[in-house]
């Protein structure tokens, strides 16, 4: 499985912007599907969006037309561009990567690599 680090994660206004960033590394890179979940305290976790390896992607209804996802292969890296945030995204993000050649799909048991996490939080 692939080994995860996010980053990118910090506090920033209603109506703000955040960048996160995935790392990705192992030897089934870049034939992985990587995809962005969150988690709230006390809620479960859900996915926010995810990306193939040739670039199909995928969205949570809650976040369409605010966040985009993309990736570098060359660079190893997954980016999360989130625009318009809101106090509700407020959440830990997850990076999560499945095994190779799998389609790009919000259901976390089709992932089976996870990275620590990065906090983000939307507040005035």
Known sequence: QLQL???????VQPGGS???SCAASGS???YNTVAWFRQ??????????CISPRGNTNYADA??????ISRDNDKN????E???LKPEDTAIYYCA?????RLCVLQQDDYNGWGQGTQVTVSS
């Not at 709230?40 to 969006?49: A, D, F, H, L, Q």
């Not at 890296?77 to 999360?80: A, E, K």
């Not at 990567?97 to 050649?101: D, K, R, Y």
Request: no cysteine.
């Open 82 to 84: 989130m625009n318009n």
């Open 5 to 11: 680090v996010e980053s990118g994660g910090d506090l």
């Open 77 to 80: 890296t997954v980016w999360l």
């Open 63 to 68: 976040v369409k037309g605010r966040f985009t």
């Open 97 to 101: 990567a499945t095994h190779p050649f």
């Open 18 to 20: 955040l960048r996160l």
């Open 40 to 49: 709230v305290p006390g809620k479960e976790r859900e996915g926010v969006s």
């Open 28 to 30: 089934t890179w870049p």
